[in-house]
C-alpha cells in the first residue's frame, strides 16, 4: 500500500456562505456543481479545494492565535502582484508583502476566519 499524496484540501469555516463569498469574491473560485452536505467544494485544480461548516467538537474561537496555525497553504495564482493589489484595495489583511523567491512572487494573506493563505505565480 502506497500513499501517494494530498487528494482533498477542506477548511471549517465559522460562516460558510461568508468564506465561500469571499474565496469567489476576492480569489475568482467556482463552486463545483455538486457538493455534501454542510461544504462547498471549488473547482480547483489538481487538488480540490473545500470550505466546510465545523466538524461537532470543533471551535474554531478557541484555535490560538488562529486557525490553522503550523500549516501551509498555497495557491497558484497567474499574476500574483495584482492580485495582492486587489487584496489590499479591499481592505484584506497581508501577512506577508510580496516577494519574489522560488516560486517566483508570494504573498500571504488572512482569510476571514484567519487562515493564512500563500499565493505564488510560478507555474
Excluded at 477548511?11 to 460558510?16: E, G
Excluded at 495564482?77 to 497581508?94: H, K, M, P, S, T
Aim: proline content about 11%.
Amino acid at each position: 500500500m502506497t500513499v501517494t499524496g494530498p487528494d482533498f484540501l477542506a477548511l471549517q469555516v465559522r460562516d460558510l456562505d461568508r468564506a465561500v463569498e469571499f474565496y469567489e469574491a476576492h480569489l475568482g473560485l467556482r463552486r463545483l456543481p455538486a457538493s455534501p452536505p454542510g461544504a462547498v467544494v471549488f473547482d480547483t485544480a489538481p487538488i480540490p479545494f473545500a470550505l466546510r461548516e465545523p466538524l461537532p467538537g470543533v471551535d474554531l474561537d478557541a484555535a490560538s492565535p488562529h486557525p490553522g496555525l503550523g500549516v501551509a497553504l498555497w495557491f497558484h495564482c497567474d499574476d500574483a502582484q495584482n492580485l495582492y493589489e486587489r487584496l489590499v484595495a479591499a481592505g484584506i489583511v497581508i501577512v506577508t508583502a510580496p516577494f519574489d523567491g522560488p516560486f517566483g512572487r508570494t504573498f500571504a494573506f488572512s482569510d476571514p476566519d484567519g487562515y493564512t493563505i500563500t499565493l505564488h505565480d510560478k507555474a
